[in-house]
């Protein structure tokens, strides 16, 4: 009798712990895609440029990688199919020291006064604009251009002051400007349902170089003076020129080839 009452109750057991299994709901691990931006939406954009352009001694700046010298970019969606973006990277760097040259006893001290000034700065400026072609909600297809606007200066002054007033002094000047054109086409991947989105540009770009010469203006103890002009790097050898002129072109195939993270908001 005892095993048929404890048979009994196994049976209940199991048809119990059978019914839970049974009604219990699985949790749903699908993921939903889609954090496509539309009008009106902003993005961040950080990139890593893979193969960076140079010309004329002068790297032109990058997206931006946290790193010193790339460009801070971003884009606004001004419809849901066409963004405009810019960047922007400004440098600047100087320093001066001036000083009077006392005389000390039992030092043959000739200069009563020194003077140096170095000063480096460059600004560039990309505006760009997208045309993106597919809707879906996961690939995004897109084509777009760039202007790329720079210009940079650098300048060292030396001077020095004898016992007589006499004045010698050496100032080079070297300023520059580039103008660029880039087209891209790329491709973003959105993460999830999440706002952002990784991807790749490749395309192709054009850059012209003006400048580069560095003017240099000399100043004799004797009060002579006189100016003239050198290149960097000048094929011709160390030429002083009395007048000059230095352009650079530079236009290439897949050489704005980039990874990008657009972090997008509103």
């Keep these: 009798m005892k095993k048929t009452i404890l048979c009994f109750a196994l049976l209940g057991v199991c048809s119990v712990a059978s019914a839970q299994l049974s009604t219990r709901e699985n949790q749903d691990t699908r993921y939903k895609f889609g954090g496509r931006p539309v009008a009106g939406d902003m993005a961040l954009t950080f990139g890593i440029t893979i193969n960076n352009t140079e010309i004329g001694g002068n790297t032109i700046p990058a997206w931006n990688l946290f790193s010193r010298g790339n460009l801070i970019t971003a884009k606004k969606y001004i419809q849901d199919d066409v963004a405009i973006r810019a960047g922007i990277a400004l440098y600047r760097d100087s320093r001066v020291v001036t000083g009077d040259v006392d005389s000390i006893p039992g030092q043959p001290w000739t200069l009563t006064a020194a003077e140096s000034r170095s000063t480096e700065r460059q600004y560039m400026l990309v505006p760009g604009i997208e045309k993106h072609f597919s809707s879906s909600n996961i690939f995004d297809v897109y084509a777009a251009g760039d202007l790329f606007l720079g210009f940079g200066r650098s300048r060292e002054l030396m001077s020095i002051t004898n016992r ?103």
Excluded: H
């Excluded at 009060?223 to 236009?251: A, C, H, I, L």
């Design 164 to 266: 007589q007033s006499q004045t010698q002094s050496t100032d080079m000047t070297t300023p520059y400007m580039i103008v660029g054109l880039g087209g891209v086409i790329g491709v973003n991947v959105f993460v999830l349902d999440l706002p952002i989105s990784v991807g790749v540009e490749y395309g192709m770009s054009a850059f012209w170089m003006m400048g580069n010469k560095t003017k240099v203006e000399v100043e004799e103890f004797n009060g002579t003076s006189y100016e003239y002009f050198t290149v960097e790097d000048d094929p011709n050898g160390s030429v002083q020129y009395s007048s000059v002129k230095q352009r650079f072109m530079r236009m290439d195939t897949n050489d704005q080839v980039r990874l990008v993270v657009n972090v997008y908001f509103n």
